[in-house]
């Protein structure tokens, strides 16, 4: 009989043993526009989609993304043109999710990678064309912004669904200089 | 020892272990660090160390620990205006990523990762290129994203942050025609 004891505390102990060391079995359930990377002990393991997903709390862990599109916006951006005006230009822009895995990675924030890229994307197209240039071929510069912006956001596993220049006109020459110590954002 | 001894010290002992699970399991839940996160662990106010990814304790009373994203931030800096190396009106616009590299330095120097970097990047790049001419052709963009880089890391490395993959998305500069000779044969 004293047997019985002596496997009811060693059960208890391994019990106790496999919480404290793999942790207790659990599960995650990721919604139809959710996806997710599986990680155990730090590092990843696999991409997961929707649905329930199974793992052991105490050393996996499951970071969601989230696929629905990414609105982006913006208005009133000036940029310098090559003769020297300055074009006040907005664009609208949507894109979505494509590579869960690659857009977690991507930024701090992955919502802010479309926004970013769209922008970078935007200025430096237009910083390359004169006025002129500007008011004759304004569908054909919009396509090569899209064009850059699409295959950057694929390289950061999104997919660009669409953009347009919403706002485009020349405002006149560039600001003149301004060699000033700039003022910073503190509170 | 007969049966019902056996069965009386197992159930105290069952009660006495599920008590003291009780009264001593931990409140907080283990910190998981996935391969992009570090965290800084001090105790007693002083730097513990920097913890890699996996699954770790929780803080005890005397430690404090502080979660750091590794992953870039992207930052614009957009249409700074400055006069050139031959006094002539230019603008320039960057977009780069900010990247911390030593996790350490970038919580207890900064306040604000990314305002307080980006006041710092202002303040570099316009005096940088203040002292160069400006050249707004497209083949010089990378070259001098590339020297910008190399300035703004030196300045930002004591802070534990570095910027990376730097673009120069606007570069205008008025361009200065000499005054003709008069006069001259």
Request: charged share 20%; proline share 6%.
């Amino acid at each position: 009989m004293p047997v019985i004891g002596i496997l009811f505390w060693c059960c208890l102990l391994v019990l106790v043993g496999i919480r404290r060391f793999v942790g207790w079995p659990t599960t995650v359930t990721l919604l139809q526009y959710q996806s997710g990377i599986l990680y155990r002990k730090g590092y990843p393991v696999r991409d997961v989609g929707p649905g329930r997903v199974r793992m052991w709390a105490g050393i996996e862990k499951v970071i969601t993304v989230d696929t629905r599109s990414i609105p982006v916006s913006f208005e009133n951006r000036a940029v310098a043109l090559t003769d020297g005006q300055t074009a006040v230009f907005g664009f609208s822009g949507n894109a979505d999710v494509n590579d869960a895995h690659k857009a977690l990675y991507s930024a701090q924030n992955f919502n802010q990678v479309p926004a970013y890229v769209l922008l970078v994307c935007s200025r430096a197209v237009l910083n390359q064309h004169s006025s002129a240039n500007l008011k004759i071929s304004q569908n054909l510069i919009e396509g090569k912004i899209a064009e850059q912006a699409k295959e950057r956001l694929k390289n950061q596993g999104f997919n660009l669904l669409s953009f347009r220049l919403t706002q485009l006109s020349i405002a006149g020459p560039p600001p003149e200089s301004d060699n000033r110590a700039p003022r910073t954002a503190s509170a | 020892m007969n049966n019902d001894n056996i069965w009386l010290f197992v159930f105290w002992g069952a009660v006495l272990f599920i008590l003291a699970q009780r009264i001593f399991a931990r409140k907080k839940p283990r910190i998981f660090l996935p391969d992009f996160q570090r965290a800084v662990k001090f105790v007693d106010g002083a730097f513990g160390s920097v913890l890699e990814p996996g699954s770790h304790e929780p803080a005890g009373k005397n430690e404090q620990i502080t979660v750091v994203d590794m992953r870039p931030q992207p930052i614009v800096v957009e249409r700074i205006t400055y006069q050139d190396a031959m006094q002539a009106p230019s603008v320039i616009s960057i977009a780069a990523e900010l990247v911390i590299s030593d996790p350490f330095e970038a919580v207890t120097k900064l306040k604000n990762l990314v305002n307080d970097s980006i006041a710092i990047i202002r303040d570099q790049l316009r005096s940088m290129v203040s002292k160069r001419i400006t050249d707004p052709a497209p083949e010089i963009r990378e070259k001098l994203a590339g020297e910008i880089t190399l300035a703004l890391n030196n300045d930002l490395r004591r802070f534990g942050v570095q910027v990376q993959r730097i673009e120069v998305t606007e570069l205008w500069s008025r361009t200065i025609k000499p005054p003709m000779a008069i006069g001259a044969n």
